[in-house]
């Protein structure tokens, strides 16, 4: 559950915009595309780019690098092979079009032309056996026929039901602007409530009407008289107008409330969702799925201290901020982006401890913190104080052979230090910076700056500040 | 006549016994606020017929021993000094050192290590642990 807390709040704003722009251009690309072998590649192409990350986190070098080549080609050989439906879509179709209107999928089946054509057939008293599929799969309810293909014309239509066509006992199965199958064997109705006048073709439509959602449509041969059957109704049509209006509510071409609009709509919802979820699932392949850990030590920056009080010791002057992120995110870190800050606001004269949390560091989105060493720092404070101080000189080296250092004076002999009291009360003399003796072979003077300690500083502000002045003697060493 | 000059004399050895005792108070009173003063002090490799020998404000390590030296003047009655020994800020040793009337000059060494580099002071107290004088040298290569 903190897993998953700690995950959303790393969402940055950016993320969410990045998923739903994205999502949108490809949910637009389906929308412009649909309908066309374009859309078919691309899913391949879609298909190609997971197997190729998968080849990747597998660490498959050669596969990985093939998919990409492949994906590279396909992407190519849709823009040549596909460049007259892309011209279209993008020609023929204004801004509104292409940003965000969604065009109705044009009702493919030539209703027209099955209106005519069945009339034509009843006239003729040809007996027909049309099939019209909703939703539901036939295959495994139709037996037999012989695979057709031809487009949907009253001319086709005709020709297949001619009695000396060889497929024209079966029936004739349309999809879409297709006559797909012919010479269909449909299952037959066990119903005894049929006229007796129906023969087998009626028997069979009512069987197929039965087991199935497809719009079934006899055309008898003794009475050339035109029936419609869909679920369990079985009604005659008398007039090309209720065959016309039977048909388009069926295959969804009706009124503003047929079932046509509501799938359409339906198909539009789904291919949103699933556009957005792959989208969302490129994002987190790319963006967490690298997930990296690192770790860096940064200074510990100490803000709104009470200005009448010093810092006189730290437990830390850094810490180590343990984090993670995509990455592209981790490896873009600059030390600017990092901060870790400790308000002293609340800090009181003495000892005061503190502990570290996300509130005193500063991240760039998206990146995380998982732990800080150490988790709680010790400052003491106290209040500044002045204390006149001997200053000493610090000889390093040693001098020329049968040379002593005999007296030493500086000038200023003593300097005022400011400190904190506790600082100031362990320290009893002022030290100037090392003054080599190597050099020395004579009495003389050397200007020398005086060291003070971490929180001492001394007083005044001259350029002079801290200089003294270093008078020697040395003579030469006594038998 | 002869008595009036044994007189005169009597009334002077009195004036005089009188002026010498109020003058002895005095110098006791001087004494008591100014027990002692110290004359000589310093720092030195050795101490030879008591007297500093190789006076110097920086000694090297190789030397091994150092002292310092300190004499007084005007010590009044058996007291003590003492000789703080501190290394940059940092304690190293104290000696206690007895002063008899009515001068007296002592001395205290430390020995040297290694590690002893660096500036050192040696702090002379008095009994009532008040600063006399720092000697401030250096311990060099």
């Known amino acids: 559950m903190n897993f998953l807390l700690a995950f959303l709040h790393s969402i940055r704003w950016q993320d969410i915009v990045d998923i739903l722009l994205n999502g949108y251009i490809l949910f637009r690309l389906y929308v412009l595309f649909r309908g066309t072998n374009v859309i078919r590649v691309l899913v391949g192409i879609a298909l190609l780019w997971i197997f190729q990350r998968i080849a990747v986190t597998l660490g498959l070098i050669v596969t990985s690098w093939a998919m990409q080549g492949i994906i590279a080609g396909a992407a190519l050989i849709i823009v040549i092979v596909f460049r007259n439906e892309i011209r279209n879509v993008l020609q023929a179709k204004n801004l509104k079009a292409l940003l965000w209107d969604f065009p109705h999928k044009a009702v493919r089946t030539p209703i027209d032309s099955i209106v005519e054509g069945v009339y034509e057939l009843a006239r003729t008293r040809t007996g027909a056996l049309i099939v019209i599929p909703g939703k539901d799969d036939l295959d495994e309810i139709i037996q037999g026929g012989v695979t057709w293909g031809g487009l949907i014309s009253k001319e086709m239509l005709l020709s297949i039901f001619y009695n000396g066509n060889p497929v024209h006992d079966g029936a004739a199965i349309l999809e879409n602007n297709r006559v797909t199958r012919v010479g269909a064997i449909l299952p037959l109705s066990l119903r005894d409530d049929l006229p007796q006048y129906y023969g087998t073709r009626h028997r069979a439509a009512v069987g197929m009407a039965e087991q199935s959602d497809a719009l079934v449509i006899v055309v008898s041969e003794e009475r050339g008289q035109v029936v419609a059957a869909k679920g369990q109704t079985f009604v005659p049509i008398y007039d090309n107008l209720s065959l016309k209006k039977t048909l388009a509510a069926h295959v969804g071409a009706g009124g503003a409330n047929n079932q046509g609009i509501q799938r359409e709509r339906r198909e539009l919802a789904v291919a949103a969702a699933i556009c957005f979820l792959c989208m969302a699932g490129v994002w987190f392949s790319i963006a967490k799925g690298m997930e990296t850990l690192t770790s860096v030590e940064v200074p510990l920056e100490y803000s709104n201290r009470d200005s009448g009080m010093q810092i006189i010791s730290t437990s830390v002057n850094t810490v180590r901020l343990h984090l993670s992120g995509s990455s592209a995110l981790i490896g873009s870190l600059r030390a600017d982006q990092v901060k870790a800050k400790l308000d002293l606001r609340t800090a009181v004269n003495g000892m005061n401890l503190f502990s570290l949390s996300r509130d005193n560091i500063t991240l760039p989105p998206g990146v995380r913190l998982n732990r800080i060493e150490p988790p709680e720092v010790q400052v003491a404070l106290d209040v500044p104080t002045r204390k006149e101080l001997p200053v000493q000189v610090d000889w390093v080296g040693a001098l020329p052979d049968g040379l002593v250092l005999e007296s030493v004076s500086v000038t200023p002999t003593r300097l005022v230090a400011i400190g904190t009291k506790g600082l100031l009360e362990q320290i009893s003399t002022l030290y100037t910076e090392k003054v080599k003796l190597d050099r020395l072979t004579a009495s003389g003077q050397v200007d020398v700056s005086v060291v003070t300690k971490t929180g001492v500083r001394l007083a005044g502000d001259s350029p002079a500040q801290g200089k003294v002045t270093v008078r020697y003697t040395i003579r030469r060493r006594d038998a | ?141």
């Open chain 2, 1 to 141: 006549m002869k008595r009036r000059y044994v007189g005169c004399w009597i009334v002077l050895i009195f004036l005089f016994a009188g002026f010498s005792k109020a003058f002895a108070a005095d110098d006791d009173f001087a004494a008591q606020a100014k027990p002692f003063r110290l004359v000589r002090a310093a720092m030195c490799e050795s101490i030879e017929g008591y007297e500093p020998k190789h006076v110097a404000a920086a000694f090297s390590i190789n030397v091994g021993r150092i002292s310092c030296y300190s004499a007084f003047a005007g010590v009044a009655q058996t007291t003590y000094v003492q000789h703080k020994w501190f290394r940059r800020d940092e304690l190293v040793t104290a000696k206690r050192l007895t002063l008899k009337p009515p001068s007296w000059a002592t001395y205290s060494s430390v020995q040297l290590r290694d590690d002893d580099k660096g500036p050192w002071r040696v702090e002379i107290l008095n009994a009532e642990d008040e600063l006399i004088q720092t000697m401030r040298f250096s311990v060099v290569d």
